[in-house]
Structure formats: structure tokens, C-alpha cells
């Protein structure tokens, strides 16, 4: 059985109004969209008696993983 693992850092913007913070949003945009694509990835490889445990069919987590990685 795969193990998938996933990280998150915690980018928290303490002001809204210095240059950094901007920067700190997109970057949070950008890992946050990086993870949710690892996360589709990773759904697609999941055998199907792994994926009927959790509730979703082949062609659910087919088409979750062949969504962009913005949305």
C-alpha cells in the first residue's frame, strides 16, 4: 500500500500594507495550487478497492485528476 504526504508552510501575512506581504500571497497562491495538484495526482494512482473505501469511483478520480491546477 502507498503512503502520499503532503506539506503545507504556513505563510501568514501580518501586514497588508508592505511589499513583502504581496509576495507572501502569491507564493501561498502558488504552493497551494501545487498541493492540490499532488493531491489529484495521487488520487489517480489509488487502486480501485482504495478509492471504493473512500467513496469515489475510477472515472471521479480521473477526472478530479485531470483537472488544472488552478481550480
Known amino acids: ?6 506539506s503545507r508552510t504556513d505563510l501568514s501575512v ?3 500594507g508592505s511589499r513583502g ?8 497562491m ?10 489529484r495526482l495521487a488520487l489517480m494512482e489509488l487502486s480501485d478497492e482504495m478509492l471504493k473505501d473512500i467513496g469515489i ?6 477526472r478530479e485528476g485531470n483537472r488544472p491546477f488552478w481550480g
Open 30 to 39: 502558488i504552493e497551494g495550487a501545487m498541493a492540490r495538484r499532488r493531491s
Open 1 to 6: 500500500m502507498s503512503t502520499f504526504t503532503t
Open 57 to 62: 469511483s475510477r472515472s471521479e478520480a480521473f
Open 21 to 28: 506581504s504581496g509576495l507572501l500571497r502569491v507564493i501561498a
Open 14 to 16: 501580518r501586514s497588508s
